[in-house]
């Protein structure tokens, strides 16, 4: 069974930063590209990034303040927030691709965690 746990969320005043984590069981995210992924109330869900196998991969929201890390030998996918927004606020999950799935769009994905809450307060 595949289980992805997301945690590090919270409550932050703008331009404060958080470390979002996403801990994997069930699949070796060493061969696997995962993704980040948030929605904000009322709004569709949003494309975060992906980081492919070697590391590389692509931030869809503002490159300058958010990166994507993966520890491959702990089974950990992490997202750095920096410089954060009100418009940040937003429920975020993680993901893990589907067989076959490449991450390049939410329907790649097959695999999500629950979601960690983050609150930017202006």
């Known amino acids: 069974q595949v289980l992805l746990v997301e945690s590090g969320g919270g409550s932050v005043q703008a331009g404060g930063s958080l470390r979002l984590s996403c801990a994997v069981s069930?699949?070796?995210?060493?061969?696997?590209?995962m993704g980040w992924f948030r929605q904000a109330p009322g709004k569709e869900r949003e494309r975060v990034g992906f980081?492919?196998?070697?590391?590389?991969g692509i931030s869809y929201v503002d490159s300058r303040r958010f990166s994507i890390s993966r520890d491959n030998a702990k089974d950990m996918l992490y997202l750095e927030m920096n410089s954060l927004k009100p418009e940040d606020t937003a429920m975020y999950y993680c993901?893990?691709?589907?067989?076959?799935?490449?991450?390049?769009?939410?329907?790649?994905?097959?695999?999500w965690g629950q979601g960690t809450q983050v609150t930017v307060s202006s």
């Open positions: 980081i492919d196998r070697d590391g590389s």
């Open positions: 993901a893990a691709p589907a067989p076959g799935g490449r991450c390049r769009s939410a329907g790649d994905f097959g695999y």
């Open positions: 069930g699949l070796p995210i060493s061969s696997f590209c």
